[in-house]
């Protein structure tokens, strides 16, 4: 938005600012992202995925049928717009209940490709890459959770403070500061050391 406040052609850059009613919050676990090529939609994986939600392996079934069927239902008016490749994300609040949350480009060349964006699949890894493009259809989430430290290297600062608070206390950077001492007299000087170091 800020560089269209300073285009010389505002009008040739087509953005738009989108307003949508506020539905309440989606909890994180309920959130996934698919990724479609030449308008098939054959990877999909959960969107926060380094944290591991194990009451999603029961609902995998329902989320696999209710996203695939609500892309199903969008792809020819995508398509007419212009999307045939793209990615997609989705937020699963219940059996036979998704919203799209938005779709943002993804081109196979730089657009949306890096790991940041692709999650579980790997556009570099060539199993994944054919799976996104030639199927079969595969939902992935996590199936464990991640040791600390692999954890802490692939969230984000904003989310690593979330999901582990920085401990309070001695050796830690978010530790307070000691106050410093009120002023008063300064101490006697004290002797010099000779050269041995001996006072």
Known sequence: M????EACDYDSLQLHVVLRRWDGAIPIEREFRGIVWNTHLFAVGQYYHP???PELESMKDDIKDDVCKVHNELQNNLTDAGF???VIDFAWMGP???KVIEINPFDGVALGCFPGSTGLFHWD???DRNLIKNGPFELRMR???LPEH???NKLNAAWRDVIMPPKVGRGSSSAKPKAAPPPGPLPPPRAKKNQRGLG
């Open 2 to 5: 800020e560089y269209a406040l």
């Open 51 to 53: 944290i591991y939600f």
């Open 84 to 86: 045939t490749h793209f």
């Open 96 to 98: 036979g209940k998704v």
């Open 125 to 127: 890894d060539e199993h």
């Open 143 to 145: 199936t464990a959770p």
């Open 150 to 152: 692999e954890m802490k």
